[in-house]
Each structure stands twice: as C-alpha cells, then as structure tokens.
C-alpha cells in the first residue's frame, strides 16, 4: 500500500505523521496550536497560525522520514471556521473555535426552528456547530470573502480548490443528513443564503495535488478528526463505539448505513462516505476534557498532565465536580452552564479537586455513553478509547467504573491520522476495502470496571445531582 503524509490540524496542534503501506510509522512533527479564550466565551486561533503549523509540521514529518510520498491527507477539527478571500487565500477574520459560544444569541433567535434543523439535519441546534459560527462571523466581523470550514481554506492553500468534505459538511446545521447536501432552506435561515459554499467531496476522492511537501502529491482522504479516530479504532460494525480525549472528550458510535436520528439528544452525523456508500454515526460531546487538565495547570494544582495520578487523591471525600467550563453538550445542550465544584470542606486538598476533576469527565463520558446504548438499543459492550488523556489510569479507571465496560486503550497516539490514512489509502486504491485499509491492533491496555454496580449508580446520582443544582443556579441569574 502506499505511503502517505498525515496531518491532523486539531485545537491545541498540528501532528503530522509518514506512515509507510506496512502501517510503519517513519516520521512525525508536532507544533503546538494555543487557542486565545476571549471573555464572554470567545475561543479564537490566529490562522496564518494554524497553516505554518500544517506547513512546517508536514514538511519536518517528509524530512525526517526520508521517503516518496504517495498522498497527502487532511483531518480537521469539523466546525472551527473562518472568514478569507478566495482570491488570495489570505485570512479576513481569526478562526473561530468550535468551542466558541459567542453564537448563542443566534441559535436562540432560531429556537423556534430547532425541531426542524433537527429532523433535516441530526444535528441539535448549538453554537458548537458550523453555521451559527459562520453567521456571527458575518453579522460582525466582515461580509466580505468566504466564510467555511478551516478544512477548506487549508485545502486552498494546498490544491487551489474549493472543497470540503461530506463529513465536515455534515457538522454545519445547514447539510441534510439522509443525503449531506447543502440545504437551501437551512442556509437562508441563518442568513447564509447567498453565500458561496465548497463542494462536498467524497472521503475517498482525491480532491487535487500540492507542491508544499515536494513534487506534486494527490491530496485525498479528507476527513473530521473524530470520524477519523473512529475509523483507525476499526469500528466498522453498528454498535463499534470509541472515545478520544483530546481538548474535549467525543464519544462516537457507529449507527451503520442508515440515517438515524437520536432520540437521546445526541448528534446524528455522517462517519464518512466511501465507495459511494454513506456510514453514520451518533456523536456526544464533553467539551473540557484535556482543557480541564490545562485549567487546573493554570491554577497551580499540576504542572502537568503527567502529574495528574500523582496529585489525584485515591478518593474525593464526597467532592464532586461539573467540569462545565465551556457549557455542556449532550443531554443537556446548556452552552451557559458553568463549572462547580461541591462537597468541599476545610480539609479538601488539591488532589480532592484534581480527582473530582477527572471523575467529572468520567461521568459525562458515561452519561454520553448511556444515552449511546438508549439510541442504539443495546448497551455497549467495549469502549475503544484514545487521546493524550488515556495515559491516566485514574481517569481510565474512572470511565471503566462509571460506564460499567471495559476500557479497551488504543496502542497508537496517532489514531486520527491513521484513521485518515486508510482514507488516503482507499482513495489511491480503488480496489481497496476501507477494512483492508484500516491496520489492525490489539488493545495496549483494558481498564475493567471495579466499583460495584451500586457505587457506579450512587456516583451518578450524586453527580447527577450537582449537575442539576449548578444549572439550577445558572438558570436564576
């Protein structure tokens, strides 16, 4: 199989990865991205930012490798957008991270068309989403240029086309789910009616060639990162359900070739379209996840991740945490919840609130995962689970005890450009399966649950509890 240059341009970096056909890893470079969180829940990247680190993370990742390379291929953060000229590339607003709320005002003047951006589109009608985004960018930063996806203006810059791809297009609010088309009727709904959008490509399609890593290279393969994940953690079957934990934490499960919409308050999403034929997942959010851990380094309770099972206290002394500090998603879609902390007492240390931290985005991860199960109707068996986070075993251990499964850790802490790759790989090779495609593995570790059944179910109640009390409190300001 050929080999092919990865990049994965996520919030906090840009990973580039060469990767040869035997699934051998022969270069990588990484450069951090720092995201600026604005008061009033702005969250900002600087875009000439952003396309240095796919540039340089790219080229240094071909350097180091020392090989031809067959393809390059683009996995992006799915709804971070931005304002640019088409005519030069050049940037006319910052890009707007997914986690920015300052669209609030905007989905709450279109609450009443919420039910029907649903049913249209799987999706709930949140500013975590593309166009909400794209629409305040609009109303108050510039009418002039373009406005997508940052996927589509780091193709640009690559190929000179315009494109994004079915995944990515899927997490707008302006696509239809049963077809991932851009919907007319959406789009002038939130005033986008006019604009001139990207065409929506297949993930399997070469969509153009760049120069910008030597010669001239197919770029193919585009997909989100989170679709992407869930593709390298082989979960090809309906039911397959993986977690990365990156910035936030995302739970996606496989729904099949159907386009099913949750009852649950999940997001129904496209996973990728190949060989013609589209795959769907439900999708669930927990916002702060490795931001969290970032938050409490800013705050002096670690100096770094690694330190978190060395602070982390063995238990909480009943404190409890809603890590709420970007809203939350799924089931509760309250992008102005604030976090909270209970149960405190003159003698809680740091290490109480480091734990009550990391069982907080447990239990959001096995909320999710609930709702998951009610969707698909069958509990999960496994979770498949990857991302910086998974290197604590507190934090593991709490998502195995809470869920009720085992934690299956994925061996790679590639798995979203690898995903891409077999994206790459199917593009170049027509005769490919996309589970050929995929490279096989064996988890590195699996963390079984070891709390009873009763203690899983207290936790979540108490939690559960505090969630309610903190949006209650929320609610009354």
Same mark, same amino acid.
């Given at each position: ?107 709450? %003047? ?50 000179? %086309? ?138 002096g309770f670690v100096r770094t991740a690694a330190d978190l099972d060395t602070v ?54 096995? %909320? ?64 490919l399966s996309l589970e050929d495609a995929v490279d096989p593995w064996e988890p ?34």
């Amino acid at each position: 199989m050929s080999t092919v240059l990865a990049i994965d341009q996520g919030t906090s970096g840009t990973k580039a990865i060469v990767v040869d056909g035997d699934g051998g890893v022969l270069g990588i470079a990484e450069h951090p991205v720092r995201p600026a969180y604005l008061p009033g829940g702005g969250v900002e990247q600087d875009p000439g930012e952003l396309l240095a680190s796919v540039l340089d993370a790219g080229r240094q990742a071909v350097a180091r490798a020392g090989v031809r390379i067959d393809a390059v291929t683009l996995a992006n953060q799915g709804e971070t957008v931005l304002a640019w000229d088409p005519a030069t590339g050049e940037p006319l607003s910052q890009a707007i991270v997914w986690q920015d709320r300052r669209s609030e005002g905007i989905c709450a %003047e279109l609450a009443g068309s919420g039910e029907r951006i649903a049913g249209t589109t799987g999706l709930i009608l949140d500013p975590y989403f593309s166009a909400p985004k794209m629409a305040w960018l609009r109303r108050n930063v510039t009418s002039q240029g373009v406005v997508t996806t940052s996927d589509s203006w780091i193709v640009h810059h690559l190929t000179g %086309e315009f494109v994004t791809d079915v995944s990515t297009a899927g997490r707008s609010l302006v696509t239809r789910l049963d077809d991932a088309e851009w919907d007319a009727e959406l789009l002038g709904l939130f005033g986008l009616g006019e604009e001139r959008l990207p065409r929506i490509v297949s993930c399997d399609e070469v969509v153009g060639r760049t120069a910008a890593f030597g010669g001239r290279i197919p770029v193919a393969g585009l997909v989100v990162d989170q679709q992407a994940a869930l593709l390298a953690e082989n979960c090809l079957r309906v039911g397959d359900a993986k977690c990365t934990f990156g910035t936030g934490a995302f739970l996606l499960a496989n729904t099949g070739t159907s386009a099913a919409r949750s009852t649950a308050g999940l997001a129904a999403s496209v996973a990728w379209r190949v060989r013609g034929e589209t795959s769907y997942c439900f999708d669930g959010q927990v916002y702060t996840a490795a931001s969290a851990v970032r938050w409490m380094q800013d705050l002096g309770f670690v100096r770094t991740a690694a330190d978190l099972d060395t602070v982390a206290a063995p238990d909480s002394e009943g404190v409890l945490c809603v890590p709420a500090l970007a809203g939350l998603a799924a089931p509760w879609w309250r992008p102005d919840a604030k976090a909270a902390f209970t149960g405190m007492t003159l003698s809680t240390g740091p290490g109480h609130l480091v734990l009550a931290v990391l069982q907080g985005i447990a239990a959001q991860v096995a %909320e999710v995962g609930g709702l998951v199960a009610t969707d698909l109707g069958q509990p999960l068996t496994t979770l498949r689970v990857d991302g910086g986070l998974t290197r604590s075993r507190v934090l593991m251990q709490a998502v195995a005890d809470l869920t009720r499964i085992p934690i299956d850790v994925y061996p790679s802490q590639h798995a979203t450009p690898l995903g891409a790759v077999a994206l790459a790989r199917a593009s170049l090779d027509p005769s490919l399966s996309l589970e050929d495609a995929v490279d096989p593995w064996e988890p590195s570790t699996t963390y079984e649950p070891r709390w009873s059944a009763d203690r899983a179910a207290d936790f979540r109640s108490r939690w559960g509890e505090a969630v309610a009390a903190a949006l209650t409190r929320e609610g009354e300001r």
